[in-house]
């Protein structure tokens, strides 16, 4: 039985490229590289369990609205299910299954005792008041309720979800079972026991993959130029650590539309102006408007796309002008448009290593509210850059050891470890 037979079908346009068959295929070459047996395969590439929940919502205006909400336990055979809960009006249940097994690869590339899963509820949140978008949590979790929990599944945020929304679903949950359980949700405010450095991490991580990437080639941050897809926590995050590193940030867009500096922007100012223009970036005087598609093909060392899946396809791959690529956001460069960079020699740094900071400091969140201690920033960002600049040197490792794709190398290695302790645990017939 395929999943296909399971999950509906979605968009009939032509151009519509299935983030889950993408993930699927992935998850094949790996396993071929491997030569894993085809019952392994079979049992990976089926999410564990799909859950769809009805998310009833009284609007501000007293109309009653019905939302869809999802959750998808991709694998726990490493621990409990990990990942974030997307709020996008795009969430499709066949992304949120791909963005699932893709949470399975990226905690065991890290070596983190995680499985994978992700959430998400096909809304827009900049469509929705502070008060609606807080029921819609708090109705969505509540439903989850049996299917979640500290030592089960462990949500956190990703797209349009930040710490405010994991407060609400930390507070619903524990209300449900009569007390605190800090623990059931990652990437929480630090007043209810969440982690210095979260928010930043997975910016974090994705300055530190591409300052490794550059050192491998010789270069170092300082005056590198860098373009920047996506201008929320990931990309915003990026922004600020790389322009701190010295690097130059010659262009940011975000869903209206990007800014663009030969000289390189000042990133703390284009922070404040988007602070205060309610996240917009759009009009920031001291640059020149650019699309988002344009951003894409600037004359740039480093581009990071840090938004949404399937921006760099076979339409646009070939004029990608960057050297490197740094996957900040899961999913952005499609199969075959990595294929078509690599062929160019452009590095791709791949997604499951590239933006796998946040789900790190997830993990340390976690572990300090299990033993009930709480670390300083220095230790929190210190232990987070051994675990990636280690994932970062093995990936290096297996791509010269079987000659295969950064890409690739991060896959049999995330996927190697999850088929390996399937069959220590039996749980392969
Ligand atoms: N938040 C995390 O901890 C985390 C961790 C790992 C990976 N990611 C991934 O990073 C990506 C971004 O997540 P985030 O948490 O920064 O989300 P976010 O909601 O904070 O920000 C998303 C940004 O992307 C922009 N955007 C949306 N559609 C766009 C488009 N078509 N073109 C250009 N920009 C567009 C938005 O305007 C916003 O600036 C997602 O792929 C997510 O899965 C997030
Ligand atoms: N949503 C993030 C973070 C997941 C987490 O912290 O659990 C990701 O894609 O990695």
């Excluded at 990608?320 to 999913?331: D, L, P, S, W």
């Excluded at 093995?394 to 302790?421: D, M, P, W």
Aim: some cysteine.
């Amino acid at each position: 039985m395929s999943l296909a037979s399971v999950l509906p079908l979605e968009a009939a346009s032509p151009a519509y490229i299935c983030p889950f068959d993408q993930a699927c295929s992935y998850l094949e070459a790996a396993a071929k590289e491997l030569r894993l047996d085809r019952g392994i395969i079979e049992i990976l590439s089926h999410p564990r369990k799909v859950v769809t929940v009805s998310v009833p919502v009284k609007l501000d205006s007293g109309e009653i609205q019905v939302v869809a909400g999802h959750r998808v336990q991709h694998s726990d055979v490493l621990g409990p299910y990990k990942g974030g809960i997307r709020y996008h009006p795009a969430v499709t249940l066949r992304e949120v299954s791909a963005l699932a097994m893709l949470m399975t690869w990226k905690c065991a590339l890290l070596g983190i005792p995680y499985g994978g899963a992700k959430g998400g509820i096909a809304i827009d949140p900049k469509r929705y008041s502070v008060g609606e978008l807080e029921r819609i949590s708090r109705r969505y979790i509540s439903e989850l309720i049996k299917d979640i929990g500290p030592s089960v599944d462990i949500p956190a945020p990703d797209m349009g979800t930040s710490a405010r929304e994991m407060a609400w679903m930390m507070d619903t949950y524990s209300v449900n079972v009569g007390h605190a359980v800090p623990g059931v949700v990652t990437g929480k405010p630090l007043s209810v026991g969440g982690s210095r450095g979260r928010e930043m991490a997975t910016g974090r991580g994705a300055m530190i993959i591409v300052r490794e990437a550059l050192a491998d080639q010789g270069k170092s941050l300082a005056g590198v130029r860098v373009a920047i897809q996506g201008f929320g926590n990931v990309g915003s995050a990026a922004a600020e650590l790389l322009y701190e590193a010295g690097a130059k940030i010659i262009a940011v867009s975000n869903s209206a539309g990007g800014v663009f500096s030969q000289d390189g922007l000042d990133i703390p100012k284009l922070k404040a102006y988007a602070a205060e223009n309610r996240k917009s970036i759009v009009g920031y005087p001291q640059a020149v408007a650019i699309s988002n598609a344009d951003l894409l093909t600037l004359p740039c060392d480093v581009l990071i796309p840090a938004a949404l899946e399937n921006q760099i396809t076979e339409e646009n791959a070939n004029q990608v002008q960057a050297q490197i690529v740094a996957e900040a956001a899961n999913g952005p460069v499609t199969l075959e448009a990595s294929l078509s960079l690599e062929a160019r020699g452009v590095t791709v740094l791949p997604d499951i290593l590239a933006n796998a900071g946040g789900v790190v400091v997830s993990y340390l969140e976690w572990v300090q509210g299990l033993s009930y201690l709480f670390w300083d920033e220095e230790r929190v960002n210190r232990e987070m850059e051994h675990l990636m600049v280690q994932a970062y040197h093995q990936v290096i490792q297996q791509s010269k050891k079987r000659q295969v794709s950064l890409r690739l190398a991060a896959y049999t290695l995330g996927v190697g470890r999850v088929a390996q302790a399937l069959t220590d645990r039996g749980l392969y017939p």
